[in-house]
T-cell receptor
Framework: AQSVTQLGSHVSVSEGALVLLRCNYS??????LFWYVQYPNQGLQLLLK??????LVKGINGFEAEFKKSETSFHLTKPSAHMSDAAEYFC?????????????FGKGTLLTVNP | EAGVVQSPRYKIIEKKQPVAFWCNPI?????LYWYLQNLGQGPELLIR????????DSQLPKDRFSAERLKGVDSTLKIQPAELGDSAVYLC??????????FGPGTRLTVL
């Protein structure tokens, strides 16, 4: 069965510092990988996704993630944190190449940004 | 373009009472999903619809949960009777053939 592990339920950084949120997946087949962000009392918003092709994926709000097959990882980074980045972040995996898919989510990482 | 709409946003009920959640997907999205999100956890799929058909309901506790998507647009998720452990956020999402799922704001259910 597919699974996603997010290391660190809570990450705290200073404004302007590097953001690194970790995600590892278990898979016997090539996965599709996603990062979602959830602001308080809101639904999830897609930050970026990897399906095929270039392993470094750029998303919205300055975030990017790199798919490393050898490490089964898809860590999310941002060079300089902004106060507005404070939210919960979810990594998700899917294996469907069809028109719709089933997402399996990690438990999430709460990012706080200190002034 | 309007996003996924859910109502109510918050609901407080006593255990053993019934409750229903409503979802209006993005116009033209043929696929609709209901997810359960427990506190401190990621969303878990309850049921997925392709138009009117429930194509994946393997995670839906059918003894107390039911769902419908009449006419392949709006959907309703019902719990009867509710239990204390059902307290959670219920998320609805929709997608079209481009694969991305768009999520609504969710309904936060509290069972007392």
């Amino acid at each position: 069965a597919q699974s996603v592990t997010q290391l660190g339920s809570h990450v705290s950084v200073s404004e302007g510092a590097l953001v690194l949120l970790r995600c590892n997946y278990s898979s016997s087949v090539p996965p599709y990988l996603f990062w979602y962000v959830q602001y308080p009392n809101q639904g999830l918003q897609l930050l970026l996704k990897y399906t095929t092709g270039a392993t470094l994926v750029k998303g919205i709000n300055g975030f990017e993630a790199e798919f490393k097959k050898s490490e089964t990882s898809f860590h999310l980074t941002k060079p300089s944190a902004h106060m507005s980045d404070a939210a919960e972040y979810f990594c998700a995996v899917s294996y469907s190449g069809g028109s719709n898919y089933k997402l399996t989510f990690g438990k999430g990482t709460l990012l706080t940004v200190n002034p | 373009e309007a996003g996924v709409v859910q109502s109510p946003r918050y609901k407080i009920i006593e255990k053993k009472q019934p409750v229903a959640f409503w979802c209006n997907p993005i116009s033209g999205h043929n696929t609709l999903y209901w997810y359960l999100q427990n506190l401190g956890q990621g969303p878990e799929l309850l049921i997925r619809y392709e138009n009117e058909e429930a194509v994946d309901d393997s995670q839906l506790p059918k003894d107390r949960f039911s769902a419908e998507r009449l006419k392949g647009v709006d959907s309703t998720l019902k719990i009867q009777p509710a239990e204390l452990g059902d307290s959670a956020v219920y998320l609805c999402a929709s997608s079209s053939n481009n694969n991305e799922q768009f999520f609504g704001p969710g309904t936060r259910l509290t069972v007392l």
